[in-house]
């Protein structure tokens, strides 16, 4: 056998198993709020601005607008969000929060990073190493980008 070709000689594999992990350690406490972790991502790029167009919120998210609509379109029908027409450009759709989506910011932050801290406190990673670790997955995020 290859050596490049065992499993754990694999980053990949470790960046997809800790993604898949951390968004099941989020569940129980997005579960609190009814939404998905996708749900989440959206919420707190709406959290940070409000009435952003779909194609922005898509490529923030680093999705396709064909993966993000149906997320609008179900969080539409959870109250959360409201979706218009642009004034100049009919062609584009403008994402606001509801005032049920804006309460829920409060809620999350009531319940989120304190739960999510305590998922992690275990952990032997500090502050610094955290930080370090964001910066090294944004450069492969950014190395991958199409």
């Not at 989020?26 to 939404?35: H, K, N, V």
């Not at 996708?38 to 607008?65: F, K």
């Not at 829920?104 to 032997?124: H, K, L, N, T, V």
Request: net charge negative; proline share 4%.
């Amino acid at each position: 056998m290859h050596e490049e070709l065992k499993l754990d000689n694999q980053v990949c594999f470790r960046l997809y198993s800790a993604a898949r992990l951390v968004m099941q350690a989020y569940a129980p406490f997005l579960g609190e709020l009814g939404i998905t972790y996708p749900q989440y991502l959206v919420m707190m790029v709406l959290w940070e601005q409000d009435e952003q167009l779909v194609n922005d919120i898509a490529h923030r998210l680093l999705l396709g607008t064909n993966t993000v609509t149906p997320l609008l379109q179900r969080m539409e029908k959870q109250g959360l969000i409201e979706r218009r027409r642009g004034e100049q450009d009919k062609r584009q759709q403008i994402v606001s929060l509801t005032e049920k989506g804006k309460e829920m910011e409060e809620r999350a932050y009531s319940i989120i990073p304190s739960g999510m801290g305590q998922r992690f406190s275990a952990c032997p990673l500090g502050k610094d190493d955290y930080k370090l670790l964001a910066r090294q997955v944004d450069e492969i995020i950014e190395t991958l980008k199409p």
